[in-house]
């Protein structure tokens, strides 16, 4: 089939065509740079790009895969978890497209369509895999056995602030830009890792091998900056940043690897926009190879909020014969991720 599929879970508007597990266009327009100023996303602004967005987006996928509306055979559209402004943006749009153009329409999870963005490079999901979900807004650590047809089940998540998120502030306190996550992963490249001996949190024996905890080192981070200051110097950002990097990429990778050995599990997929880190990536591609295990990580455009990978998954509901949600499903801003599609009645029969 070919499946068009929304996202507007946050700042990124995107629509993505997959057809047959297959990338056939893939828009993404972002409002992150009218954030930059507030430090974070604002939802009401970016509802309003959503709306600005959505058409020019929707348009701009359709001819990159030079087709017309009429020859789509579903739509696929997130409907949680997300801020829910940008949410309903979205499924008024991608409602009006289905109903439109007479074809079913598929809620998906968020998060499932972060799972499935690796797909759409390296083809189906090896079952069952570990995935390491890393983003602004979660830290996940999931045994997927079948995407679409049977339950996720979760390790283990962070009991604080997301990855994403510890970059995101660590920058704000290092005094670099918005959004963090990129700029502590260049500031970082002209750094010493081993300069500041941050935290491992949640690594001791004893400690829940799964659960993440984040908030700490942001801490940490306050109290080195202070520490210099008092002193009457400037921090060296990038050996803060290196440091930092350091930190968050060890823990994760330590925590995967191990829910990879513990579940007999020989491919291990890194996904969402921390998965952009280039020491998250390094360090996973390290360990993996160490311990005989296959690494997935999809290429950094696919890594980071699209509207392709909801799509994969909606191509995905499709073929496995899932019932479509009715036109009246509403969104779900806290959606739990047990199944990728979002209605009650998406499980196959
Ligand atoms: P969620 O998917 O959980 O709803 P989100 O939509 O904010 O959250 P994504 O768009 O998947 O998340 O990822 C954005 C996050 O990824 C931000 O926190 C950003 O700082 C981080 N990020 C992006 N690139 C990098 C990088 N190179 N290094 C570290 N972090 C990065
Ligand atoms: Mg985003
Ligand atoms: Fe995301």
Not at 122 to 151: A, M, Q
Not at 288 to 297: D, N, P, Q, S, T
Request: hydrophobic share 45%; glycine share 10%.
């Amino acid at each position: 089939p070919v499946v068009l599929g929304i996202e507007s879970s946050c700042d990124e508007t995107g629509a993505g065509i997959v057809q047959d597990g297959k990338l056939l266009a893939h828009v993404v327009a972002s409002s992150m740079d009218e954030h930059a100023r507030f430090g974070g996303v604002v939802p009401e602004i970016a509802s309003r790009a959503h709306l600005q967005a959505f058409t020019p987006v929707v348009r701009q996928a359709m001819t990159e895969a030079g087709l017309r509306l009429g020859q789509i055979d579903a739509v696929a559209v997130t409907t949680g978890p997300g801020l829910s402004g940008a949410l309903q943006v979205g499924l008024a749009g991608a409602k009006s497209l289905a109903y439109a153009a007479g074809v079913p329409l598929y809620g998906v999870h968020h998060l499932a369509g972060h799972v499935a963005a690796d797909t759409l490079e390296h083809g189906p999901l090896p079952r069952p895999c570990v995935v390491l979900i890393v983003s602004g807004g979660h830290t996940s650590l999931l045994l997927v056995r079948d995407l679409v047809r049977e339950p996720i089940l979760h390790l283990g998540d962070t009991l604080d602030d997301a990855a994403g998120e510890c970059f995101d502030k660590v920058a704000r306190i290092l005094g670099l830009p918005y959004p963090g996550g990129p700029a502590i992963d260049r500031a970082a490249r002209a750094g010493d890792p081993d300069a500041v001996a941050f935290p491992r949190p949640l690594t001791k024996s004893g400690d829940d091998p799964y659960a993440f905890s984040f908030s700490g080192l942001k801490t940490a981070a306050a109290r080195w900056v202070e520490q210099h200051r008092q002193r009457g110097t400037e921090p060296p950002v990038a050996d803060g940043a290196a440091a930092l990097q350091e930190a968050v990429a060890d823990v994760l990778t330590r925590k995967a690897l191990r829910a990879c050995r513990d579940h007999d599990v020989q491919t291990l997929i890194v996904v969402g926009g921390v998965a952009a880190n280039s020491r998250v990536r390094a360090l996973a591609e390290q360990r993996c190879r160490a311990a005989g295990i296959e690494l997935r990580v999809p290429p950094m455009t696919l890594c980071t909020d699209n509207g392709a990978m909801i799509a994969a998954v909606g191509d995905l509901l499709v073929r496995s014969g899932a019932e479509p949600a009715p036109l009246d499903v509403s969104i779900d801003p806290s959606a739990p991720l047990e199944y990728a599609a979002l209605t009650p009645s998406a499980v196959p029969v």
